[in-house]
Nanobody, 119 residues
Framework: QVQVVESGGGLVQAGGSLRLSCVAS????????MGWFRQAPGKEREIVAT????????YYPDSVKGRFTISGDNAKNTVYLQMNSLKPEDTAVYYC????????????WGQGTQVTVSS
């Protein structure tokens, strides 16, 4: 099992920036990718960014492309999400998750960190 802990959320004005951090521990050798997801009140959880641990390739949905950047240091089992030009609609609980090479799924999740963007 992999333990995942996020940090770095908070309150920011629209147009501002925040950086989230996520540290994985435990069976980190089983990780093939790390991802950031978010869930706003009354909405389904959605993907924000992913990074392949081996290739470094990244994915962003259109809603955050050009504003958010995911980066990772797999020697430290740490992944970051730099969020710029934040909008009120980015307000959500942000979760970090570890993708298992065995299942191909994001099996291990952090507790989440609140990001609130005021207008």
């Amino acid at each position: 099992q992999v333990q995942v802990v996020e940090s770095g959320g908070g309150l920011v004005q629209a147009g501002g920036s925040l950086r989230l951090s996520c540290v994985a521990s435990g069976r980190t050798g089983s990780i093939y990718a790390m991802g950031w997801f978010r869930q706003a009140p009354g909405k389904e959880r959605e993907i924000v960014a992913t990074i392949n641990w081996s290739t470094g390739s990244t994915y962003y949905p259109d809603s955050v492309k050009g504003r958010f950047t995911i980066s990772g240091d797999n020697a430290k089992n740490t992944v970051y999400l730099q969020m710029n030009s934040l909008k009120p609609e980015d307000t959500a609980v942000y979760y970090c998750a570890a993708g298992s090479a065995e299942s191909g799924e994001y099996d291990d999740w952090g507790q989440g960190t609140q990001v609130t963007v005021s207008s």
